[in-house]
């Protein structure tokens, strides 16, 4: 029995006479456990992405970043760790783990090109035993891994890193303030710790100066 599909994935497969082809890609790349390889693979890379699907069955897609060989804590064989940081507020992936804990990762080198996805079950928490070991993390996720496995990398654009995000939380430096809180129209929403970082980097400023900053790629956006 598959682990990956069910009559929907089965139906299109031998639609387009692929259902042997389909087979023999699970036998040969799905695992159920980390290996060495993946975890050196895992824990190396500074971003990736995170699925997760709402009580409602809507999924979304989040761009997750961090430092490099820093950020992913692989802790056994069946387990991924990362942390969650401070964002718009809105908490969406993290509330949509709470109601449903079925999530997707898929981690990419876009210089070799080399990726992996994975699958399994995750929980997010402040009360986190890990929660010293990142930086300004609000909640630590841990992932129960189900299944993962090593994608073609095909069709993967070949990019190279420039530099770290400068908000990236880092032990050597400060952290600034979102460039977006310092935003005229934000600042009755603010708390009362975001308010004071706006008042020590610099104060507020109209949102065209912040649009500006990102339609012309500058860094403080």
Excluded at 127 to 153: F, H, Y
Aim: charged residues 30%; negative net charge.
């Amino acid at each position: 029995m598959s682990r990956l599909y069910n009559d929907k994935h089965r139906a299109l497969q031998d639609s387009f006479n692929s259902r042997e082809l389909a087979d023999r890609v699970e036998e040969v790349a799905l695992v159920t456990e980390i290996d060495d390889n993946a975890k050196a693979f895992l824990e190396s890379r500074d971003m990736f992405f995170l699925t997760t699907v709402d009580e409602r069955g809507r999924p979304t897609v989040s761009y997750k970043g961090g430092e490099a060989g820093r950020f992913i804590k692989v802790l056994d064989e069946k387990t991924i760790a990362f942390p969650s940081y401070d964002g718009n507020g809105m908490y969406y992936s993290m509330g949509n783990i709470q109601g449903n804990p079925e999530v997707g990762l898929l981690f990419i080198d876009f210089e070799k090109p080399h990726r992996i996805r994975v699958q399994g079950k995750a929980i997010a928490s402040s009360d986190d035993p890990l929660m010293g070991e990142w930086k300004e993390a609000e909640m630590i996720v841990r992932v129960t891994v189900s299944e993962l496995w090593q994608n073609c990398p095909r069709y993967v654009h070949r990019y190279q890193k420039v530099k770290d995000s400068r908000y990236v939380p880092k032990q050597e430096c400060k952290t600034p303030v979102a460039a977006w809180k310092r935003v005229d129209m934000m600042q009755d929403v603010l708390r009362e710790h975001e308010l004071n970082q706006v008042a020590d980097e610099g104060g507020t400023m109209p949102i065209e100066e912040w649009m500006g900053y990102i339609q012309s790629g500058d860094e403080r956006a």
